[in-house]
């Protein structure tokens, strides 16, 4: 029995409990989807002398996360009771973590665009894309019938030793990812120079094929302005059958918006929408001596009066104008609208993915080993899609709409400890836990 300084509060020291025994669930469900057996097989193959598998490299980095940890430290430190004598894995160092993660990485490309001096420097690593894509399968959430695809770039600031400055005055890196629903897909990590739309149709092109390969055939492309170029959109086309892009305000979409005679007020709004059908790019598709590849699209326009009164020098109206270019003639402008303002949850993706998965405490200082990083955290927030999924079927304080934190809270923080009795290990809960297993 030990007293405390300034305190009458008596404290006893008993055997370890682990204060995240829900951690147990999680990697019971993952032995169970034999993810265990996709990791060793499908990656490298480690020495012989080796005494920790990737099973055990992966698991222990996903339990940090689910535990609420943010760094790799946390298998050491906060960690030690719960992970240190787990049935399910044997739990490493985090220098030996860490290292094992880098073996990972693959070199780095510098680019340059044609008459451009700016270096891109751009990650690939079709190696864990694949892994992540057939860990998707085997959880189920990625089908070969699927319909939509989201793009999109953001930006991670940092000060990493090798990070450049980005657009926005801030160094970091610019990573693309590709997202299926609420699934991550694809992941391709850029340095903060190169700009979203820089070499686009590239990425467009590698994370296609790499689907491809997998089985997996898609219908819409769906993103935002930096995919507005003749380049990207040709090459999208050869994949998709519909695109969804916003389009931007300038010459060419000025000059077809002043066509439109449809325009009819939106319902509760202040703002009008018509729709006018042009061709895009000219000028881009005539210096790359492609006009062939020129194509008839619908420009569906947004248009909202501007509180200053400034006229627009083309239209000589005072209006804002936001558009969304489409080869779908078939939605109505109000359903291509709609559909097209669906992608705004695919945004919110990236703030969870940066506070609950911690893509903003990257660990290492190079761009490819910190793609690896993404990649893997990325793996996580797939499985806790499908975890969380699962287990509100079978514990009644869940949803599936939670955050990862309110899941730990509810879920993970259960005080447990690994025993024997009666010849076979058990793992004992401290408290009521109606969970189903």
Not at 107 to 121: A, D, F, H, Y
Not at 258 to 263: F, P
Request: proline share 3%.
């Amino acid at each position: 029995m030990v007293l405390l300084q300034n305190t009458n509060m008596k404290i006893l020291h008993s055997s370890p409990v682990s204060s995240f025994g829900g951690v147990n669930f999680v990697l019971e469900e993952l032995d169970q989807l034999k993810i265990s057996h996709l990791l060793n097989s499908f990656l490298p193959r480690l020495t012989s002398q080796s005494k920790y598998s990737w099973k055990d490299i992966f698991y222990s980095y996903w339990s940090v996360i689910f535990c609420g940890g943010d760094c790799a430290e946390d298998v050491a430190i906060n960690l030690q009771s719960t992970l240190k004598k787990n049935p399910f894995i044997q739990c490493p160092s985090p220098d030996r973590l860490l290292n094992r993660l880098k073996d990972l990485s693959i070199p780095s490309m510098i680019l340059t665009k044609n008459r451009s001096l700016v270096s891109n420097e751009i990650s690939t690593n079709p190696l864990l894309n694949t892994l992540n894509i057939k860990l998707l399968k085997r959880m189920g959430l990625l089908h070969s019938k699927v319909e939509v695809l989201d793009y999109d770039n953001t930006f991670i600031f940092n000060n990493k030793a090798d990070a450049k400055n980005t657009y926005k005055k801030e160094y970091g890196y610019c990573p693309g990812v590709g997202i299926i629903n609420d699934s991550i897909v694809y992941i391709e990590n850029r340095n903060g120079n190169s700009s979203p739309h820089t070499m686009q149709d590239d990425t467009i092109r590698r994370m296609m094929s790499l689907l491809h390969k997998q089985g997996i055939k898609l219908k819409t492309f769906r993103a935002d302005s930096a995919s507005y170029q003749f380049a990207t959109i040709t090459t999208a086309r050869e994949f998709f059958d519909t695109i969804f892009v916003r389009a931007k305000i300038n010459a060419s979409t000025q000059k077809a918006i002043l066509s439109i005679t449809n325009w009819k007020e939106i319902s509760g709004t202040e703002k009008q929408l018509g729709s006018t059908t042009f061709i895009p790019f000219p000028d881009a598709a005539r210096r790359a001596k492609r006009k062939d590849l020129l194509e008839k699209y619908r420009l569906i326009v947004t248009k909202e009066r501007r509180r200053d009164g400034q006229i627009n020098l083309f239209t000589g109206e005072a209006c804002m104008y936001s558009a969304i270019m489409t080869n779908d003639f078939e939605m109505t402008d109000e359903q291509a609208m709609e559909f097209y303002a669906q992608r705004g949850k695919q945004e919110r993706e990236f703030d969870i993915l940066k506070n609950d998965f911690i893509w903003n405490k990257m660990p290492f200082s190079k761009l490819e080993q910190n793609t690896v990083f993404l990649l893997i955290t990325a793996m996580c927030k797939n499985i806790y899609t499908y975890i969380i999924d699962k287990f509100a079927k079978r514990f009644k304080y869940l949803s599936r709409h939670f955050r990862l934190k309110k899941f730990i809270f509810r879920f993970i923080c259960i005080p447990a400890k690994w025993i024997w009795s009666g010849r076979e290990r058990k793992l004992r809960l401290y408290g009521q836990v109606a969970f189903k297993t």
